[in-house]
């Protein structure tokens, strides 16, 4: 007799190689039905392949263009020699979907430093910060940040993404609340759910919805409001000035994500707070190196100076991830020195996006030249004030075939569609930068009407 466990392995065996390929045909099975899925819901993201540098005119695989020029905003004379050079890497195609606001990814001066760092401190450090990653430009550049932001200090991450899972739950426990604007980033999402504080979701940008949950939240130890400064899905900015006064009200500190702010925002560039007049009021800034700071990649939190030690501590994308290339950190602080050096190019940038309202005599009124002729025209644009501009679609195999249309007339951007953001409310984004002329503008609308009229999106 066998026992009762032989029968049943016996009856049961298969060959370890063969159960291994079973399960990967089951995996498989599973992941084509999920693509498909994707597929058939319209809302498939592919990548399309840029040959070039980055910039407000490139080369894209595939897609043929002209030549165009690129001006740096302030940049002096004696540059003028780069300029020339770059306009071997630039083509027809007019990008209207980069983070590039300010156009210093492609900045001479800023990958000059990047060169200059890679060449003087190698090519990376092989190496988490506090066992052998840190060298004096990461140190130089986090007091750079500090003073940029006038906060105690600050401390460098790998992106933006971790700055936001590293905070929360470093310096939240569960005696403490943290109330979150409904369409924070993913990233401030993400990093919300790891922490173990109550977690209260305000309606967005709803100042009602926030006093009523700050209500709830007074039993808590700390109360900490989180916010993105201004909203990269939607381009509406949060109303600081109110949530600075419902904290103070309600004895609550206020965290910032300044990723769409930061080096253009507010009269000298330091983002929304300097916008709204609130920066002794905001406690913590968390914003990225990756958009209008030179484009590489980084983020950073700057705060308090014993709050900067805590996440030195307890940050677990600090503790556990690479330092940042040297190249990388060159970049970065030179874009920091060319904003704090002169206001030029920050001015440059609120000159394009915003405009004299005469008729009702508000300076600045914050309607960019883009949205104020698209809603001339028939789009719906969400947002104000900023140079994110979505073109609001609704149905995400629209978006998708404009931007594919709007491609093949030589301007580069891209459908927005579920989980980017939600469903039935897809979008083309359009980003404003420094960089594109009035000319450039023009054309994209010009095309957007054309395009709009073709997929029956205008009349
Ligand atoms: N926060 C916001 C509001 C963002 O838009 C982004 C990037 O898209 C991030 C955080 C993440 O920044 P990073 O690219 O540096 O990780």
Redesign the pocket.
Known sequence: MWPGNAWRAALFWVPRGRRAQSALAQLRGILEGELEGIRGAGTWKSERVITSRQGPHIRVDGVSGGPGTVIFPGLPLPHLSCCIHLLSFTSGILNFCA?NYLGLSSHPEVIQAGLQALEQFGAGLSSVRFICGTQSIHKNLEAKIARFHQREDAILYP??????AGLFEALLTPEDAVLSDEL??A??IDGIRLCKAHKYRYRHLDMADLEAKLQEAQKHRLRLVAT?GA??MDGDIAPLQEICRLASRYGALVFV?E??ATGFLGPTGRGTDELLGVMDQVTII?S????ALGGA???YTTGPGPLVSLLRQRARPYLFSNSLPPAVVGCASKALDLLMGSNTIVQSMAAKTQRCDSQQGRLGGGETWFRSKMEAAGFTISGASHPICPVMLGDARLASRMADDMLKRGIFVIGFSYPVVPKGKARIRVQISAMHSKEDIDRCVEAFVEVGRLHGALP
């Not at 992106?159 to 936001?164: G, L, M, Q, R, V």
């Open positions: 983070n992106s933006c993404f971790d700055a936001n924070n980033h990233s401030i993105d909203f990269s994500d990723c769409h968390n990225t190196l990756g958009k990649s980084g983020g």
